[in-house]
């Protein structure tokens, strides 16, 4: 059965949501406020165009709609949709508050509908690979994870790095772990853009003892798309930058105390690198929110990604709170 989806935003990433979709799905409309997308809306004949989000929301065909419109503009977005009956895949972040999250959240599960927000990384067969091996139990316990996002650009000055890059970093560490965090703590200066952070360094600890950290930055020598996950077994590395090795397990951990000296040891063993599928996560992404749609979802994702809002909004206020 194709799923009827209508798009709204067709900017720079929504471009490549409505390829997908139009693959995927039965693409029924393209909504743009700017009437000059017409013009790349005209690539899908098949496609209705409206620059009116309320007249594709009127078709009473339309299951599902996919919202790629910037950020501030999401939350009020999908609960439109959600209120009109359509399943709703909006992209990251779906909300800037959480108290706007639950209500979408609340909303889609009264209805019996999908949300699901736009967390690409998840959808990565190199994020899924190190799940496995975090949930296997292969790298013993979970002691800390950390993220480095940094490039030289794209310097953004609507949104700081902790909601441009954070987000990812952020959905991923909080899929790993599994938890909410209790403690969040984010430090941070804008050196290019008054009240815009370009550089943001994140803390979050969990009631486990497990411990996160991201560094999030557009102002740096390095382009870094890395995420370290260290057990007291092994550890692994998913480096989005490398070609081949996209996923490095070693096999180095922490050695019990010995009985002579009762001194902590290490232990150094095999470097592995396991094979990762090249499939795109964009479309891996877009096939499982159709999946939802058609078979029903347990209101997963959408949970996952009340957590992810949550974590955002607390370190955001911890961002402001502290002077720079
Ligand atoms: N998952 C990812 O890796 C990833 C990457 C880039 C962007 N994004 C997300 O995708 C979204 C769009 O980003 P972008 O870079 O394409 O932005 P963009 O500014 O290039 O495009 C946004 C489009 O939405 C349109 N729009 C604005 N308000 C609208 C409304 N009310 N109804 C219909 N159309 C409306 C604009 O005219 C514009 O064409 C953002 O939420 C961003 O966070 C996700």
Redo the contacts with the bound molecule.
């Keep these: 059965m194709t799923v009827r989806v209508g798009q709204?935003?067709?900017?720079?990433?929504?471009?490549n949501l409505a390829r997908n979709f139009a693959e995927l799905a039965d693409l029924t409309w393209l909504?743009?406020?700017?009437p000059a997308?017409r013009e790349l809306a005209a690539r899908y004949p098949q496609a209705r165009w409206t620059?009116g989000?309320d007249e594709m929301l009127a078709d009473p065909e339309l299951e599902a709609v996919v919202i790629?419109?910037?950020?501030p503009?999401?939350y009020s977005?999908a609960k439109q949709a959600l209120g009109a009956g359509k399943h709703v895949f909006v992209?990251?972040?779906p909300a800037m508050r959480a108290s706007e999250m639950e209500e979408l959240v609340t909303l889609a599960e009264e209805h019996g509908l999908v949300l699901m927000p736009?967390?690409?990384l998840l959808y990565h067969p190199g994020v899924a690979t190190v799940k496995e091996l975090v949930d296997s139990g292969e790298l013993g316990e979970i002691r800390y994870i950390y993220g480095n996002r940094q490039n030289l650009g794209v310097i953004r000055t609507n949104e700081n790095a902790l909601w441009?890059l954070g987000?990812?970093d952020l959905s991923v560490i909080l899929h790993l772990v599994d938890e909410e965090p209790e403690t969040v703590w984010a430090h941070g200066t804008s050196f290019l853009t008054p009240g815009v952070e370009d550089v943001v360094f994140c803390y979050l600890r969990f009631s486990s003892g497990k411990v996160a950290h991201m560094h999030l930055s557009w102002l740096d020598p390095h382009k870094m798309r890395r995420m370290t996950v260290v057990g007291s077994r092994k550890m692994v590395v998913f480096d989005d930058m490398e070609l081949e090795r996209k996923v490095t397990i070693y096999d180095k951990g922490e050695e019990p105390p010995g009985e002579t000296y009762g001194e902590w040891r290490t232990r150094t063993g095999d470097i592995f690198s396991p094979k990762i599928s090249n499939d795109e996560p964009?479309r891996l992404e877009c096939t499982h929110f159709l999946e939802l749609v058609r078979e029903r979802s347990d209101g997963r994702e959408a949970r996952e990604g009340l957590v992810v809002v949550r974590a955002l909004e607390h370190l955001q206020a911890s961002l402001v709170a502290v002077p720079v």
């Design positions: 709204a935003g067709l900017g720079n990433w929504g471009k909504c743009d406020a700017d997308k620059d989000f790629a419109t910037p950020v503009t999401h977005l992209e990251k972040p736009g967390h690409l441009s987000v990812h964009l």
